[in-house]
T-cell receptor
Framework: KAGVTQTPRYLIKTRGQQVTLSCSPI?????VSWYQQTPGQGLQFLFEYFSETQRNKGNFPGRFSGRQFSNSRSEMNVSTLELGDSALYLC?????????????FGPGTRLTVL | GNSVTQMEGPVTLSEEAFLTINCTYTATGYPSLFWYVQYPGEGLQLLLKATKADDKGSNKGFEATYRKETTSFHLEKGSVQVSDSAVYFC??????????????FGKGTHLIIQP
């Protein structure tokens, strides 16, 4: 069974631009969560989607948004990029409940903002 | 809010040494607790978990016991190998409306095992 895939793996943008990252969960998984990993702040939860609805949200500004499609694939968007948005963005999928089911992580998308 | 505190390292040990990585947490309620591992160049992998007090999670020779009285979930291994070199993250989550409110991670402990 294929794991969680994320595209692109690397991305370079400039301040003020916007970016869209994509995540394909493991087949059959309906929950997709997004995390930001930086050297300073560590791993931080962005949001979780389940059945095309945002079910939980972390403490990030509105510039960070996401969506989930009917096939459970998810995208996250960051608008008006800032230097501090440079990070590894990780996607994780789970069967149903992120509380009762294991979350499987993808390899991440490395975003660099210049 | 919820938080996880763990030693950041790097922690350097010789092969076959005993390993302990301390993890303590603060949470309003009764979280599930996890240890994740990130090998060089790879994504995060779940190492073990415990969902209630006094539960012991174990995998690949690693163990951790959920201690509610001390709000701790220390990771231990009796004899480490070079292949255990990685970054280890302690994490928790809380039940929230059918899912969970997202994993809260510690800063990660970089473990280096020397032959």
């Amino acid at each position: 069974k294929a794991g969680v895939t994320q595209t692109p793996r690397y991305l370079i943008k400039t301040r003020g631009q916007q970016v869209t990252l994509s995540c394909s969960p493991i087949s059959g998984h309906r929950s997709v969560s997004w995390y930001q990993q930086t050297p300073g702040q560590g791993l931080q939860f962005l949001f979780e989607y389940f059945s095309e609805t945002q079910r939980n949200k972390g403490n990030f500004p509105g510039r960070f948004s996401g969506r989930q499609f009917s096939n459970s694939r998810s995208e996250m968007n960051v608008s008006t990029l800032e230097l501090g948005d440079s990070a590894l963005y990780l996607c994780a999928s789970s069967l149903e409940s992120t509380f009762y089911n294991e979350q499987f992580f993808g390899p991440g998308t490395r975003l660099t903002v210049l | 809010g919820n938080s996880v505190t763990q030693m950041e390292g790097p922690v350097t040990l010789s092969e076959e040494a005993f390993l302990t990585i301390n993890c303590t947490y603060t949470a309003t309620g009764y979280p599930s607790l996890f240890w994740y591992v990130q090998y060089p160049g790879e994504g995060l992998q779940l190492l073990l978990k415990a969902t209630k007090a006094d539960d012991k999670g174990s995998n690949k020779g690693f163990e951790a016991t959920y201690r509610k009285e001390t709000t701790s979930f220390h990771l231990e291994k009796g004899s480490v190998q070079v292949s255990d070199s990685a970054v280890y993250f302690c994490a928790l989550n809380m039940y929230s409306g059918g899912g969970a409110d997202g994993l809260t991670f510690g800063k990660g402990t970089h473990l280096i095992i020397q032959p």
